[in-house]
């Protein structure tokens, strides 16, 4: 019994410990956001401003946010905003048709540079995501443009107060212009709008907890190197959950994401739907739901039209591009098309072979398999298919764990490939012998 109590007490010494400090970091973070992002949304409610100042409004204030959390590194953005709009406008006058395309292949081209020969190493760790957020932007509102949603070429103000708005230019979440546009347009002062922040302000707390102090406690590197893995996976995953939530915080903050009755209409992500996974290709969709939404607009309909393997494929390709040269992301992401793709067809075979509800995506109409979703041979299928996801989640996810040194520098071909070797590849053996069977049947 003393041996259980000191464990205990030990145990949530080490929690406190860990948990003090990272709650401070953490919500000293928050504080930047929040005030910057409720400045903005108070001037909007309080004052009646034209629609150029609203944006001029978003440009100062996001301008001001990002150079005080990232200092002069706040340039390069600057750089990529103004060069491609600049760069849409010369476009604009050769053509209205490959905007799109070639301001695409210029933006990534750019990422891409100054991954690998301007910028060093450390800053673009630290600037990689807003510089992808902005890049989003960009490609999505020349695409538009290419699409005639737009009556006009958007003014250098309502480009600029798009691209830097405080609401989202560092963590995200992408939004499209004409929703951007439409939030500025909200009004609301209640006190529903300060409980969503507190409380998603509180669920990035505690993911941020989970993350760092509670989940690499709760299973010990000396146990099944499985077991390791999924722990290192999911403190990953807990990461990214905070970020999400964070997001979201930042956005609300700003009367984003609300409707005019103050209800929040804006996902990011889903953990539970990622903790206990129907399927891959869901984990997919509710990992990050509006770069899920981008890539689907934007990348997979333009390429659909060769082939649906070319489209999982350029989608996939064109998101690792995105987060940069890094053979461990990209590594990642083109194995997560390959596993995803393989899975739903997979699944189709096995739910038109035996009849049973089994799909990647459950049935959203009238199910007509003879053996519906409750049945006992569907549950079964599901839940081997969900076991086999989680497998997938702890083996993809393993090498995200790292030492800060490393994630500085990015993480190398020979540290990714120690990690799946570590595990004997078998997750791509695994889908290997699906494909087979799918093949096969």
Not at 277 to 295: D, E, T
Not at 330 to 338: D, E, P
Request: charged share 15%.
């Amino acid at each position: 019994m003393e041996e259980d109590d000191e464990y205990t007490e030990n145990t949530w010494t080490y929690i406190s410990l860990c948990a003090e400090p990272t709650l401070y970091e953490g919500l000293r973070f928050a504080k930047d956001l929040i005030i910057a992002n409720l400045i903005l949304r108070f001037i909007i409610q309080t004052v009646s401003l034209p629609h150029n100042v609203r944006h001029s409004l978003c440009l100062v204030i996001g301008s001001f946010l990002l150079y005080y959390s990232i200092g002069p590194a706040f340039f390069w953005t600057v750089g990529l905003a103004s060069g491609s709009y600049i760069f849409i406008i010369l476009l604009s006058f050769i053509t209205k048709r490959w905007r799109g395309l070639v301001i695409a292949i210029s933006v990534i081209s750019f990422l891409l540079s100054c991954e690998v020969y301007i910028v060093n190493p450390k800053m673009w760790q630290q600037i990689r995501g807003i510089q992808m957020v902005a890049a989003m932007k960009i490609i999505s509102v020349a695409i538009e443009l290419d699409r005639s949603l737009f009556k006009h070429m958007l003014n250098p103000v309502e480009f600029g107060g798009y691209i830097m708005c405080p609401a989202n230019c560092i963590l995200g979440p992408w939004i499209s212009f004409h929703t951007y546009n439409n939030y500025l347009d909200v009004k609301f002062l209640t006190r529903r709008w300060f409980k969503i922040i507190l409380i998603n302000l509180f669920l990035a707390m505690f993911f941020l907890v989970l993350s760092n102090c509670i989940v690499p406690w709760y299973i010990d590197d000396d146990l099944t190197k499985w077991l390791v893995a999924y722990r290192d996976a999911q403190a990953f995953r807990m990461s990214h959950y905070f970020v999400s939530s964070m997001s979201i915080v930042s956005m609300v903050s700003a009367g984003f994401g609300l409707t005019n009755d103050c209800h929040l209409e804006l996902q990011v992500t889903k953990p539970l739907f990622i903790e206990l996974p129907r399927s891959l290709v869901q984990v997919v969709i509710y990992w990050n739901i509006p770069m899920h939404q981008w890539l689907k607009n934007y990348v997979f309909k333009t390429c659909q039209a060769y082939g649906q393997f070319t489209a999982v494929f350029v989608t996939y390709a064109v998101s690792s591009l995105l987060h940069g040269l890094n053979f461990q992301f990209s590594a990642v992401l083109l194995s997560i098309g390959t596993f995803s793709y393989v899975e739903y067809n997979f699944r189709y075979k096995v739910a038109s072979a035996l009849e049973v509800c089994c799909l990647a995506n459950p049935c959203t109409k009238q199910c007509d398999h003879k053996n519906k979703k409750n049945s006992l041979l569907a549950v079964f299928t599901n839940t081997l298919f969900s076991f086999i996801t989680i497998i997938h989640l702890a083996y993809l996810g393993v090498m995200f764990e790292a030492s800060f040194s490393m994630q500085e520098s990015g993480y190398s071909y020979f540290h990714t490939m120690s990690k799946w070797e570590n595990l004997n590849y078998f997750s791509h053996g695994l889908v290997f012998f699906m494909y087979v069977i799918y093949l096969m049947m």
